[in-house]
């Protein structure tokens, strides 16, 4: 069975940091893209950063600069460095784990964490 477990979301103030992780299970996590994407309220669900099984990293233009995705294969884990966080960026940030082979995709996504940006 498949899980993707995210943490460290919460309240910050204007300019704070927040640090997300996601633990994966029941996946060959190496060989996986892993990304995350947000939805605010009302607003659809967006990319804000991806990584590669070879480390290649892609950020949406509204956090580039700010955030920083990385990934520990040892761990089975994603994170998502977010600094100098701002209430645009709220919203309920996602983990996803996406692998394409010959017979199709899979694709997985985790619960959610809740990130409000406000003083």
């Known amino acids: 069975q498949v899980q993707l477990v995210e943490s460290g979301g919460g309240l910050v103030q204007p300019g704070g940091s927040l640090r997300l992780s996601c633990a994966a299970s029941g996946i060959l996590f190496s060989f996986y893209r892993m990304g995350w994407y947000r939805q605010a309220p009302g607003k659809q669900r967006e990319l804000v950063a991806t990584?590669?099984?070879?480390?290649?990293?892609n950020y949406s233009d509204s956090v580039k600069g700010r955030f920083t995705v990385s990934r520990d294969n040892a761990k089975n884990t994603v994170y998502l460095q977010m600094n100098n966080l701002k209430p645009e960026d709220t919203a309920v940030y996602y983990c996803n784990a996406a692998r394409q082979v010959v017979s199709g995709t899979y694709d997985y996504w985790g619960q959610g964490t809740q990130v409000t940006v406000s003083s």
């Open positions: 990584i590669t099984s070879g480390d290649t990293t």
